[in-house]
Structure formats: structure tokens, C-alpha cells
């Protein structure tokens, strides 16, 4: 059974500093290979791709709201991607989901979601 479970989020305020955890367990083949990815979704918004990280070759992709600011990394003995995000702004208040996109003769998992709330 898949499990992608987030973990990490909590209320900040503004400039602060938050590190999102989601450890994947269950997956058919080795974590390392998959790509793994971050979304948000705030309240009345449609869900947004917040970060990518590839498999080998391992590369990242930001979107442009979290380029500078954000940075998402693997640890593969731990089966955990993160995403670290610095200098918060209200405006990244939102739901934070773990995502593994589907590749061959895998589907795709998505994670129940942290809740990141950058407020004073």
C-alpha cells in the first residue's frame, strides 16, 4: 500500500521559514527513480505546482512564485523529498501537497496536504 505522507507545516510569520517533509513508502520501484513534486493550493485557487525534482540526472524546476525563495531536495536512503521555503509571504499561505507523478507501469499519489499559514 502507497503512503505519501507531508509533514511540517504550521504558522509562520512573514520572512519566516518553514521545511516540508513527505515521505513516500510502498512505491513499486525504488524511490530514487521517481520524480517528485509540490503543490499549494490556497483557499478559493486551483491547485498550483509549486516545485519538481527529477530522478537521475536529478534536476529541480520552480515555479516562478518560488524561484529564490524555495528549494526542493531528495534524501533517497530516507525516501523523503523536502521542500524549504525562507522568506515567507502571505501570499504562500495554502494547502502544501506531496505529489509523485505517474511513469511507466506506475500511477500517480498524491499526499493529504499541510496546512502552511504565513500570518502575523
Known amino acids: 500500500q502507497v503512503q505519501i505522507v507531508e509533514s511540517g507545516g504550521g504558522l509562520v510569520q512573514p520572512g519566516g521559514s518553514l521545511r516540508l517533509s513527505c515521505v513516500a513508502s510502498g512505491l513499486r520501484f525504488s524511490f530514487s527513480i521517481y520524480d517528485m513534486s509540490w503543490y499549494r493550493q490556497a483557499p478559493g485557487k486551483e491547485r498550483e505546482l509549486v516545485a519538481t525534482?527529477?530522478?537521475?540526472?536529478?534536476?529541480?524546476n520552480y515555479a516562478d512564485s518560488a524561484k529564490g525563495r524555495f528549494t526542493i531536495s531528495r534524501d533517497n536512503a530516507k525516501n523523503t523529498v523536502y521542500l524549504q521555503m525562507n522568506s515567507l509571504k502571505p501570499e504562500d499561505t495554502a494547502v502544501y501537497y506531496c505529489?509523485?507523478?505517474?511513469?511507466?507501469?506506475?500511477?500517480?499519489?498524491w499526499g493529504q496536504g499541510t496546512q502552511v499559514t504565513v500570518s502575523s
Open positions: 505529489y509523485v507523478p505517474k511513469r511507466p507501469y506506475s500511477r500517480d499519489y
Open positions: 525534482i527529477t530522478g537521475p540526472p536529478v534536476s529541480t
